[in-house]
């Protein structure tokens, strides 16, 4: 009791910065919607869009830097990857818009974006 | 400087490569950039013990030597924004002398989140990372609150020795 009267201020700094995040957290999940498509970005450079509908198996960048990724049962998800740290793969799948999957040492990213592309492989879910 | 503050520097500076390479050795928990910040125990330590000019000292010595042993050049800019945004938000509160150890860790952690964030968003050049701020936020928090009460206690129970 003692030490919650003496660390009042650092609690009431943590509750603080707790409800932010959850409140952060609340309005970016309440704001989600299903992704439409996935677009791919290597090193800043041109976009390269996948229906999230499809069935794609893709192998990503160039050389030694490569992720493998694929989008199946609308998700996206990087199944293999040349980089040591493997962070993209272990993180598993993403599907709500504005999701992404990093791949910082090949400057990868790979975004859920919303909306629906006018394409006939498009599939009602 | 003084022989005994360069046997200083380097003790701490040493303690927090340590624990740094600890910490690569952990298991990864889940989300990437989720980790408990065991390094920040030795800076927490040197703001208490030193100061805060001694803790910057240290811990960009401890990010650009990790850098070095261990990480690539493009981390470099990722640990950078961190430890400074975090070591300024530190200094702050620690000098209102409102907040003791655990206050100051947590918006340490909180921030040092943030910074990397931030950088990755603007060396990525997207806005798409946005997901990643509560999950790190949340969870420098409780990685603070964690190191600020272990680091409280070693400022409490190691003799200083002047």
């Known amino acids: 009791m003692n030490w919650l009267k003496s660390h009042r201020n650092d609690m009431l700094l943590v509750a603080a910065l707790l409800v932010l995040g959850g409140a952060l957290a609340l309005f970016l999940y309440v704001t989600r919607e299903t992704g439409g498509y996935v677009s791919v970005q290597i090193d800043g450079g041109a976009v390269t869009e996948f229906p999230i509908g499809d069935n794609v198996r893709v192998v990503l960048g160039t050389g030694e830097q490569t992720n493998t990724l694929v989008i199946e049962d609308g998700t996206a998800r990087v199944v293999e990857a040349s980089c040591p740290d493997q962070i993209c793969v272990r993180q598993g799948a993403v599907r709500y ?6 791949c910082l ?3 990868l990213v790979i975004t859920v974006e919303g909306g629906q592309r006018d394409d006939v492989d498009a599939t009602v879910r | 400087m003084k022989a005994s503050k360069v046997a200083q520097y380097g003790l701490i500076t040493a303690l927090a490569l340590v624990l740094s390479y600890v910490e690569s050795l952990l298991p990864p928990l889940g989300v990437p950039g989720v980790k408990l910040g065991l390094p920040n125990l030795a800076v927490v330590f040197a703001l208490y ?16 030597l990790v850098t070095l042993l261990f990480g690539n050049g493009a981390a470099l800019a990722y640990s950078v924004a961190g430890a400074a945004l975090s ?7 620690w000098k209102t002398e409102r907040f003791s150890s655990v206050g100051v860790s947590v918006a340490g952690g909180v921030a040092h989140n943030a910074g990397q964030i931030l950088v990755a968003m603007a060396l990525l050049e997207t806005s798409r990372l946005a997901w990643y701020l509560p999950v790190l936020w949340v969870s420098g928090t ?16 190691v003799p200083d020795k002047k």
Do not use: F, N
Not at chain 2, 49 to 64: E, F, G, M, N, T
Not at chain 2, 87 to 93: C, N
Not at chain 2, 148 to 153: A, D, H, M, R
């Open chain 2, 87 to 93: 070591l300024a938000v530190m200094g702050l509160l």
């Open chain 2, 49 to 64: 013990r030193l100061s805060w000019k001694d803790a910057c000292v240290i811990s960009l010595v401890r990010v650009v």
């Open chain 1, 97 to 102: 818009a504005g999701e992404s999957i990093v």
């Open chain 1, 105 to 107: 040492p090949h400057r």
């Open chain 2, 142 to 157: 409780v990685a603070g609150v964690l190191i600020g009460i272990v680091s409280g206690v070693l400022v409490k129970r």
